[in-house]
């Protein structure tokens, strides 16, 4: 039976995104707006149309309708801004950390999104040393997976150089993670090194929390409600810090699956794959597992953090599916 706090939690996802789609352009997707209602979801903020319609505006007239601020990002950028306390200088301190980041291969996007997470994290250590560790954990990841590392891996480097560990222990741990996932998981390898640089930010044991997710994967599976061997596996890897059981978890996920299939958004023709409605399902417990004070007090289990988590696998899932 679905708890009360977590089909609360369901419902303002879709109360959000009802209020987000009249505000949307034609290149705003479903998968965008359900992603940005998903950020307000997470920090427990309002979605204000007008000041998210400003903020757009902001964009367009600084950098014009070619810029790094184009299509699926220009609504989750402007909806970032309108939370800021001055949004139109946000946005140019975010467009000033993008470009520090040499594009080359990796994609202008994803220096947005590791930008974001920068800052949100940049108090009291500076965005210059940011900026550095970001880089040489990037180089170092490239170095030991060269075949699977790219622009996308971006982001999860940025989340690695937040973390109070030293660039070097939060690497070793996310390798240990590797090797238990290559070995248990049924998954591809760019899935398992992003499931292993999410573990990586947890002060938990390794093995532990890996065969945890392993196991809630293998549940969902078993009980018809996969998210498949792909980018949407990569959800679930902020619920390996929580205290609850895999079993738990995984009937969570079932439950808001189930409610959240008798919306619109979620089922017919025109909505989303079962397997997408399952990463949002996901989601929604992961919220609910937010407000709970049982979860584990660690620098990394802090809600900005774990919006930056779900801002980057939603992201994923959205490239994956076009």
Do not use: W
Not at 138 to 158: I, S, V
Request: hydrophobic letters at 40%.
């Amino acid at each position: 039976m679905l708890r009360i706090d977590l089909r609360n939690k369901c419902d303002d996802l879709i109360d959000l995104y009802n209020q987000m789609k009249g505000d949307a352009s034609a290149f705003d997707s479903m998968r965008i707006l359900l992603a940005a209602a998903c950020m307000y979801l997470s920090v427990g903020a309002e979605y204000h149309p007008m000041e998210v319609a400003h903020c757009r505006s902001i964009m367009r007239r600084r950098f014009g309708l070619f810029s790094k601020f184009r299509e699926n990002e220009a609504f989750i950028v402007a909806c970032k801004m309108s939370m800021a306390h001055e949004p139109e200088e946000y946005l140019l301190r975010i467009s000033d950390i993008s470009d520090q980041f040499k594009t080359g291969v990796l994609d202008v996007n994803r220096t947005v999104l590791a930008a974001m997470i920068l800052d949100d994290n940049s108090i009291d250590r500076g965005i210059d040393y940011l900026v550095a560790k970001t880089k040489r954990i990037y180089r170092r990841m490239k170095n030991t997976h060269r075949m699977l590392t790219g622009g996308e891996d971006l982001p999860l480097a940025a989340l690695m150089a937040v973390s109070e560990n030293d660039g070097q222990t939060t690497y070793e741990r996310a390798e240990e993670a590797y090797e238990v996932f290559r070995r248990d998981l049924k998954a591809d390898k760019n899935t398992i090194q992003l499931l292993s640089q999410i573990v990586s930010l947890y002060y938990g044991n390794i093995e532990e929390m890996c065969e945890k997710l392993i196991d809630i994967a293998d549940i969902l599976y078993r009980q018809k409600h996969k998210l498949g061997t792909g980018v949407r596996l990569g959800i679930l890897g902020p619920l390996a810090d929580t205290p609850y059981s895999a079993y738990e978890i995984a009937e969570d996920i079932i439950d808001a699956d189930d409610y959240l299939s008798n919306f619109k958004p979620f089922k017919g023709i025109f909505g989303i794959t079962g397997e997408d409605r399952r990463v949002f399902a996901t989601i929604c417990v992961l919220c609910a597992g937010i407000d709970a004070e049982s979860a584990q007090r660690s620098a990394m289990v802090t809600t900005s953090v774990q919006l930056t988590i779900i801002f980057q696998i939603t992201m994923m899932m959205v490239a994956a599916s076009m």
